[in-house]
């Protein structure tokens, strides 16, 4: 077959969860020997090492990661809107519509809508059956997270009645919110299939769009990859409790909180080996780092790879998972399991969900420094407890396992296309 996989931006310039997600899904398809290329936005070309090129549209770049192809579409090219809506231009789609006819596309795997409508758009028209992962909210929540403006977890859009009652900050009024409630459930209407990783998503868009049934599919690891030639050897417990946090270092993943959790632990025996790049305010930033030369118990590690980050929490006791957010799967948190890791996660998202449900680690109040003291006092006080809980741990699910159920989905999409 021929996949085109569709996303809001992709590697070297982004790196979240979906683009990890993306990256190894089409490594595995075109490892089964399927033609894959890529449909990505750029917001800054510069960062993105392609080459310019006139298809699907003059100015896009033209790049390969791992060997996988990848067409970048400049922000600049894009609707305005497309960071929070849908609004699509029409004469990009239809440039579009033509490039994916030329390159006979056979189905359009979707992993995130913001600012590509008009791609979608482009799909629809020149017939291209697509089907969608939907790795966030984004679709139902112009805030993407399911969290009001006043910080409280929302159970849905209500056809955009509560964004009107609790979100209506300028540009957005009740009218826009109804408009962007009834585009997205044109967009998910219009898919094959409709995907999510994690039974907190599942939850999240049934109760959004209860007419639109999703299925639940999560992503796996490719264990080999993080695996390979590395030295995974357990440390043994010496009286400190070494820690680990990883994932990017923005206001929305609570690193803060986490710092000032150990800040009301003074003298314990603990460490935190703290992975990932700064992205966001630099004013956070400041504080972050403050706060770190506060604490020589702490260590910025920056930014590794996949391979190196697990190759350290192999090395660590527990790991710690503070997001403000609800997180809609969390690579990282399975990854952490997978060496052997019980976690402290937020009371929030699908981290909390799995917690809860192996009895591996402890669902802590989001943003409370105060209630992850007493969590990580209360492993201090108990270290056993560790052992206790590594015996919840669950086997993660395999990307081959992963890429298996996506297979047989790209075939059925495409089958019942013709």
Not at 181 to 208: I, T
Request: aromatic share 8%.
């Amino acid at each position: 077959m021929r996949i085109l996989f569709i996303l809001h931006q992709f590697f070297p310039e982004f790196g979240g969860g979906t683009e990890r997600v993306t990256l190894n899904l089409a490594r595995m398809a075109q490892r089964a020997g399927h033609h894959v290329h890529l449909l990505a936005c750029t917001v800054d070309p510069a960062l993105c090492e392609g080459t310019v090129v006139d298809l699907p549209v003059a100015g896009c770049l033209r790049a390969t990661r791992e060997g996988l192809p990848v067409t970048f579409i400049p922000r600049s090219l894009l609707p305005a809107t497309g960071d929070i809506g849908f609004d699509v231009d029409d004469a990009l789609a239809d440039r579009i519509a033509a490039w994916m006819e030329a390159e006979r596309f056979d189905v359009a795997h979707v992993l995130h809508t913001m600012r590509m409508s008009s791609a979608l758009l482009a799909a629809q028209r020149c017939g291209l059956p697509y089907m969608m992962t939907l790795t966030d909210f984004f679709l139902p929540c112009a805030r993407i997270n399911l969290v009001t403006v006043k910080d409280e977890l929302c159970s849905g859009p209500e056809g955009g009645d509560r964004c009107a009652r609790e979100c209506a900050v300028p540009p957005w009024t009740a009218e826009a919110f109804h408009g962007r409630y009834r585009q997205a459930s044109a967009v998910l209407a219009g898919a094959a299939l409709r995907v999510v990783p994690s039974p907190y998503v599942a939850r999240g868009f049934e109760a959004a769009f209860p007419e639109l049934p999703v299925r639940v599919v999560p992503h796996g690891l490719d264990i080999l990859s993080l695996t390979s030639g590395a030295n995974l050897t357990k440390r043994t417990w010496d009286g400190e409790l070494r820690l680990a946090y990883a994932g990017a270092i923005l206001g929305q993943k609570g690193l803060h909180v986490l710092l000032q959790a150990l800040a009301l632990l003074p003298g314990r025996r603990l460490s935190l080996r703290a992975m990932g790049g700064f992205w966001g305010a630099a004013g956070y930033h400041r504080e972050i780092r403050a706060m770190v030369q506060a604490d020589p118990r702490v260590q910025l590690m920056g930014e590794l790879s996949s391979k190196e980050v697990f190759a350290e929490l192999s090395q660590c006791d527990l790991f710690c998972l503070p997001s403000l957010m609800p997180e809609s799967f969390s690579l990282v948190h399975v990854e952490s399991a997978a060496a052997g890791l019980p976690a402290l996660v937020s009371d929030r998202g699908a981290p909390a969900d799995r917690v809860r449900k192996s009895g591996a680690g402890l669902a802590v109040e989001a943003g409370s420094p105060v209630a992850w003291a007493k969590a990580i006092a209360s492993v201090l006080d108990r270290p056993e407890v560790l052992q206790e809980w590594r015996t919840g741990l669950e086997l993660p699910f395999r990307i081959e396992e992963e890429a298996f159920f996506y297979e047989s989905l790209w075939r059925s999409v495409r089958r019942n296309a013709s």
